[in-house]
């Protein structure tokens, strides 16, 4: 596969290889926005979807860290990655506030993982998004394409205020690609930051596949923050290719403290290095898109002992 319009890998990097590239960056370790846990029966349904790729996206999706929870925890530790997320999101009605209880209470037991939590739009989300907040909810998820719901819905208005109000981003994959929804584009998504100019938002994937329309959200708006999710991998590259003419703005934008490492492990048919080497090619400010960035976004209270 090409390895895309830039400067191609001239040595593979190695998972094992990246506390040496931390050390290197000076940086003590990533934070990682975009990671998945979930219940184990879910994770597992979430796999065979995976396993019939061909069907759902037309191309084979192997995942690379199809392993116990324990195990892929301690990957995530030795590369070195220091904070993650546990991102859950329904695709239908009452399953959020079961997977945001779940999802607090693995980050209870794991304090390494940014509590995390998701909604969903019914009568009750208002009920218990406060009550993730008070939980310690540091990031909510949506999956527009996946929830198959519009983001203006009138049941999400008190949520998207109370989520703003409470200064917790949102990360959304609201872009059409690898697969486009109903609601998803910078539409639906757009009227609801114009709606709430307060609210932080993480437009997941680097906003594929409507790369130009979301860089421009994330330059102009404040508030708002790309997540690197996938995006520039030889992967990626084939199904929903980045254009190099816009790489110069994404780099501006990590100069900015505006683009946030993601990764989607352990869903991924590649390994975690592969991500990172892309990003490097791409002369992103990797201090900023690593470390710094999301450091301030979650909290320097929090991280404060480790910047
Ligand atoms: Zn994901």
Same mark, same amino acid.
Request: proline share 9%.
């Given at each position: 596969?090409?390895?895309?319009?830039?400067?191609?890998?001239?040595?593979?990097?190695?998972?094992?290889?990246?506390?040496?590239?931390?050390?290197?960056?000076?940086?003590?370790?990533?934070?990682?926005?975009?990671?998945?846990?979930?219940?184990?029966?879910?994770?597992?349904?979430?796999?065979?979807?995976?396993?019939?790729?061909?069907?759902?996206?037309?191309?084979?999706?192997?995942?690379?860290?199809?392993?116990?929870?324990?195990?892929?925890?301690?990957?995530?530790?030795?590369?070195?990655?220091?904070?993650?997320?546990?991102?859950?999101?329904?695709?239908?009605?009452?399953?959020?506030?079961?997977?945001?209880?779940?999802?607090?209470?693995?980050?209870?037991?794991?304090?390494?993982?940014?509590?995390?939590?998701?909604?969903?739009?019914?009568?009750?989300?208002?009920?218990?998004?406060?009550?993730?907040?008070?939980? &310690?909810?540091? =990031?909510?998820?949506? #999956? %527009?394409?996946? +929830?198959? @719901?519009?983001?203006?819905?009138?049941?999400?208005?008190?949520?998207?205020?109370?989520?703003?109000?409470?200064?917790?981003?949102?990360?959304?994959?609201?872009?059409?690609?690898?697969?486009?929804?109903?609601?998803?584009?910078?539409?639906?998504?757009?009227?609801?930051?114009?709606?709430?100019? &307060?609210?932080? =938002?993480?437009?997941? #994937? %680097?906003?594929? +596949?409507? @790369?130009?329309?979301?860089?421009?959200?994330?330059?102009?708006?404040?508030?708002?923050?790309?997540?690197?999710?996938?995006?520039?991998?030889?992967?990626?590259?084939?199904?929903?290719?980045?254009?190099?003419?816009?790489?110069?703005?994404?780099?501006?934008?990590?100069?900015?403290?505006?683009?946030?490492?993601?990764?989607?492990?352990?869903?991924?048919?590649?390994?975690?290095?592969?991500?990172?080497?892309?990003?490097?090619?791409?002369?992103?400010?990797?201090?900023?898109?690593?470390?710094?960035?999301?450091?301030?976004?979650?909290?320097?209270?929090?991280?404060?002992?480790?910047?």
């Amino acid at each position: 596969m090409p390895s895309g319009p830039w400067r191609p890998h001239d040595e593979v990097l190695t998972d094992e290889a990246l506390p040496t590239l931390w050390e290197k960056l000076g940086i003590p370790g990533v934070v990682d926005v975009h990671t998945h846990f979930l219940p184990e029966p879910v994770m597992r349904s979430v796999w065979r979807y995976f396993d019939d790729a061909a069907v759902n996206y037309g191309v084979h999706w192997p995942i690379e860290y199809r392993s116990a929870d324990d195990v892929r925890l301690a990957h995530l530790r030795r590369m070195g990655v220091r904070r993650f997320t546990a991102l859950v999101y329904a695709h239908k009605p009452v399953m959020a506030q079961w997977l945001s209880q779940w999802a607090l209470d693995f980050a209870e037991d794991v304090p390494d993982c940014i509590p995390t939590a998701t909604f969903y739009p019914e009568p009750s989300a208002g009920a218990y998004v406060m009550s993730a907040l008070e939980r &310690g909810a540091r =990031v909510f998820k949506v #999956h %527009l394409q996946v +929830g198959d @719901f519009d983001p203006r819905d009138p049941l999400l208005d008190d949520v998207w205020g109370m989520v703003a109000e409470a200064g917790i981003p949102v990360l959304i994959h609201c872009g059409s690609a690898p697969l486009p929804g109903r609601f998803t584009g910078p539409g639906p998504i757009g009227e609801v930051m114009t709606r709430h100019p &307060g609210l932080k =938002v993480i437009i997941a #994937h %680097l906003g594929a +596949g409507e @790369f130009e329309q979301f860089l421009g959200m994330a330059k102009s708006r404040p508030n708002t923050w790309l997540d690197t999710t996938m995006g520039l991998t030889d992967f990626m590259q084939e199904l929903e290719p980045f254009p190099g003419s816009l790489l110069p703005r994404l780099r501006h934008l990590s100069e900015q403290g505006r683009v946030l490492f993601g990764s989607d492990f352990p869903n991924i048919p590649y390994s975690y290095a592969h991500q990172i080497q892309v990003l490097l090619d791409a002369g992103l400010d990797m201090p900023e898109v690593l470390w710094r960035a999301p450091a301030r976004l979650f909290g320097a209270d929090q991280y404060s002992g480790l910047l």
